[in-house]
T-cell receptor
Framework: GEDVEQSLFLSVREGDSSVINCTYTDSSSTYLYWYKQEPGAGLQLLTYIFSNMDMKQDQRLTVLLNKKDKHLSLRIADTQTGDSAIYFCAETLLSAFKTIFGAGTRLFVKA | EAQVTQNPRYLITVTGKKLTVTCSQNMNHEYMSWYRQDPGLGLRQIYYSMNVEVTDKGDVPEGYKVSRKEKRNFPLILESPSPNQTSLYFC???????????FGSGTRLTVV
C-alpha cells in the first residue's frame, strides 16, 4: 500500500547533528522530498532527490537514499534553534500523479 | 513574489453552511492540490488538478468539491460542512510532475 513512515519526535542539542529518517513503500517513486513546517506556516520545500541518486548535499543538509531498503534520511549538521520545526518526508508516485506525505517528525533543539 | 495565496486564514462556521476556501497562485503552475493536515496523520490529499478543467480525487475527497476554471485558481468548496471536517487546510501548486510543491499559509477551519 501507499504509506510514508516517520518517527514523530526527535530531540537534539544545539550544535549536534540531527538525523530524521523516513521509509517509503513505492519502488516506482522517482522523486523524494523533505519539507519543513514552522509554527503557523505552510510547508516549505527544503530539498529533494531523484531516485537515481544516493546522496545529495546542500549546505548543512545531507539527504541519503537507500533504494534497496526504501529508506530516506535527512541530516542537518550543526543544528540550530531555528531548525526547530516539523519535517515531512514525501514521495511522488508518477504512476498516480500524486505526492504522498509522511506524518512529520517534530524536531526539538535544546539550547 | 511567487506565492500561493489562500483565504481566509481562519474560519469558524456551523454545520451545514456552505463555504468556499479560495486558492490562487501566480507562478503559472499546472498542478494544484488541496491537502488537509490533522495531528498524527500528516497531510492527506483531498483533490488535485493537472490543468484547467482537469481535476481528480485524492485520498479523502468525501464532502469536498473543487473547480479549475482558470489556471491560477483552485477553490475548495464544502457544500455542507460537518464537524469532522474541522482541520488545517493547505493549497499547493507545482510546475510539473516531479517538481516540489509551493504551499499556501493554510486555512484553519472549525465546524461547530
Amino acid at each position: 500500500g501507499e504509506d510514508v513512515e516517520q518517527s514523530l519526535f526527535l530531540s537534539v542539542r544545539e550544535g549536534d547533528s540531527s538525523v530524521i529518517n523516513c521509509t517509503y513503500t513505492d519502488s516506482s517513486s522517482t522523486y523524494l522530498y523533505w519539507y519543513k513546517q514552522e509554527p503557523g506556516a505552510g510547508l516549505q520545500l527544503l530539498t529533494y532527490i531523484f531516485s537515481n541518486m544516493d546522496m545529495k548535499q546542500d549546505q548543512r543538509l545531507t539527504v541519503l537514499l537507500n533504494k534497496k531498503d526504501k529508506h530516506l534520511s535527512l541530516r542537518i549538521a550543526d543544528t540550530q534553534t531555528g531548525d526547530s520545526a516539523i519535517y515531512f518526508c514525501a514521495e511522488t508516485l508518477l504512476s498516480a500523479f500524486k505526492t504522498i506525505f509522511g506524518a512529520g517528525t517534530r524536531l526539538f533543539v535544546k539550547a | 513574489e511567487a506565492q500561493v495565496t489562500q483565504n481566509p486564514r481562519y474560519l469558524i462556521t456551523v454545520t451545514g453552511k456552505k463555504l468556499t476556501v479560495t486558492c490562487s497562485q501566480n507562478m503559472n503552475h499546472e498542478y494544484m492540490s488541496w491537502y488537509r493536515q490533522d495531528p498524527g496523520l500528516g497531510l492527506r490529499q483531498i483533490y488535485y488538478s493537472m490543468n484547467v478543467e482537469v481535476t481528480d480525487k485524492g485520498d479523502v475527497p468525501e464532502g469536498y468539491k473543487v473547480s479549475r476554471k482558470e489556471k491560477r485558481n483552485f477553490p475548495l468548496i464544502l457544500e455542507s460542512p460537518s464537524p469532522n471536517q474541522t482541520s488545517l487546510y493547505f493549497c499547493a501548486s507545482r510546475l510539473g510532475q516531479g517538481s516540489g510543491y509551493t504551499f499556501g499559509s493554510g486555512t484553519r477551519l472549525t465546524v461547530v
